[in-house]
T-cell receptor, first 112, second 113 residues
Framework: AQSVTQPDIHITVSEGASLELRCNYS??????LFWYVQSPGQGLQLLLKYFSGDTLVQGIKGFEAEFKRSQSSFNLRKPSVHWSDAAEYFC??????????FGTGTKLQVIP | NAGVTQTPKFRILKIGQSMTLQCTQDMNHNYMYWYRQDPGMGLKLIYY???????DKGEVPNGYNVSRSTTEDFPLRLELAAPSQTSVYFC????????????FGPGTRLTVL
């Protein structure tokens, strides 16, 4: 069965610092991988997705993620965090007719 | 485009009451989903639909029912509400089959007392 692990429940970074959120997945074939962001009281919004091709994926709001098949990872990065990036981030895996499985989320706090 | 809309935003129910959570999308998506989100648990799929008239169970369907009479609407029915159904409910839709990008509504926060 497919699964997603986000090992960090909570991360705190200073504004302007770099950010990396970890995501490991388990999937039997080539996965579709997603990162979503959820601001307080809102629904989830897609940041970026990987289906195939270039393993470094660019998304909205200056985020990027790198697919590493050998490590079953899809970590999310941003070089310089802004206070408005404070939110909860969800990694997800799916593929074709396989339903999407979401991780448990990582809450990001940004210190001024 | 309004995208995916959900009503109500908030609701308090007493144990044993029933209610319907409404979901409408205006993107002509065939695929629609209902999730519940509990703290620290991520999103769990309740039911999904691959088109009008076709629905199927997800991971946690017990205590819920759905129908899909039109492409746009996918209501979720709670019969005999229980405290375990206290949660935030999200409706989503997608263009392509189940494993693709989904568009989410703003959610309904439900409390059962």
């Amino acid at each position: 069965a497919q699964s997603v692990t986000q090992p960090d429940i909570h991360i705190t970074v200073s504004e302007g610092a770099s950010l990396e959120l970890r995501c490991n997945y388990s999937y039997g074939a080539t996965p579709y991988l997603f990162w979503y962001v959820q601001s307080p009281g809102q629904g989830l919004q897609l940041l970026l997705k990987y289906f195939s091709g270039d393993t470094l994926v660019q998304g909205i709001k200056g985020f990027e993620a790198e697919f590493k098949r050998s490590q079953s990872s899809f970590n999310l990065r941003k070089p310089s965090v802004h206070w408005s990036d404070a939110a909860e981030y969800f990694c997800a895996v799916g593929g074709g007719y396989q339903k999407v499985t979401f991780g448990t989320g990582t809450k990001l706090q940004v210190i001024p | 485009n309004a995208g995916v809309t959900q009503t109500p935003k908030f609701r308090i129910l007493k144990i044993g009451q029933s209610m319907t959570l409404q979901c409408t999308q205006d993107m002509n998506h065939n695929y629609m989903y209902w999730y519940r989100q509990d703290p620290g648990m991520g999103l769990k799929l309740i039911y999904y639909s691959v088109g009008a008239g076709i629905t199927d169970k997800g991971e946690v369907p017990n205590g819920y029912n759905v129908s899909r009479s039109t492409t746009e609407d996918f209501p979720l029915r709670l019969e005999l509400a229980a405290p375990s159904q206290t949660s935030v409910y999200f409706c989503a839709s997608s263009t392509f089959p189940l494993g693709d990008e989904q568009f989410f509504g703003p959610g309904t926060r439900l409390t059962v007392l």
